[in-house]
């Protein structure tokens, strides 16, 4: 099986991120796998288009597990989600070997994946950040060339995103209402999400 992604992005070559897919492809929908490989992209793109030195692997587990506080399995009734996928991270860092810090980093990648930062302070935090907001509502899409954001729909389809993640959102911001979740449905992540262009870009199907 190809490392390759999309034409011209690779998954990094190594045990932990083979590991992260795996988890994320055994608990997550499909349509969540491909937002969270999309969003490795975005990132891994913007990087390398703009010689911004990552470190891919941390990028790829923390794009990976970034929303796996979603799934009931790793669902909290007490933390964001995000909070507790940085948990996961954690834990995963944890059994791959990974230093204390390593772990850390991939944890404030994950949380801060909802709460922005800047490139300066956390080079995959940012990166996380700005991928998933394109992928989700559709922000600063010229960033991207267009037949790159086409190539890569194409290859990793849309499918049900956008009414699975209202879903969830909506789920989370019932139960946590002080949370990032509620906040983003307060401030209209559905709308977003119903408008991204992404979605103009290639075929959605149901599930």
């Known amino acids: ?12 070559d190594t045990p932990c991120a083979g590991a992260a897919l795996e988890v994320c492809t055994t608990y997550c929908s499909p349509a969540i796998v491909n937002h969270c490989l999309r969003s490795y992209v975005w990132g891994a793109s913007y990087a390398a288009e703009r010689s911004i030195t990552i470190d891919a692997e941390l990028l790829y587990v923390a794009a990976m597990l970034h929303d796996i506080g979603l799934v009931p399995e790793f669902d909290s009734h007490t933390v964001p ?81 956008r009414d699975e993640f209202v879903r969830c959102f909506e789920d989370q911001a019932r139960r946590k209402p002080e949370s990032s979740a509620a906040a983003a449905i307060a401030n209209g992540i559905a709308g977003r999400l119903a408008a991204n262009v992404l979605d103009a870009t290639g075929p959605v199907s149901a599930d």
């Open 1 to 12: 099986m190809s490392d390759e992604i999309v034409p011209g992005i690779t998954r990094p």
């Open 81 to 161: 989600f995000e909070d507790a996928g940085g948990h996961v991270a954690w834990v995963f860092g944890a059994g791959a070997g990974w230093p204390v810090a390593r772990r850390m980093r991939a944890a404030e990648v994950i949380v801060r994946h909802m709460r922005g930062t800047e490139l300066g302070e956390d080079v995959e935090g940012h990166l996380l950040a700005i991928a998933t907001s394109l992928d989700i509502s559709g922000r600063s899409p010229e960033w991207w060339p267009e037949p790159f954001r086409r190539d890569v729909v194409r290859v990793l389809p849309r499918l049900a995103l």
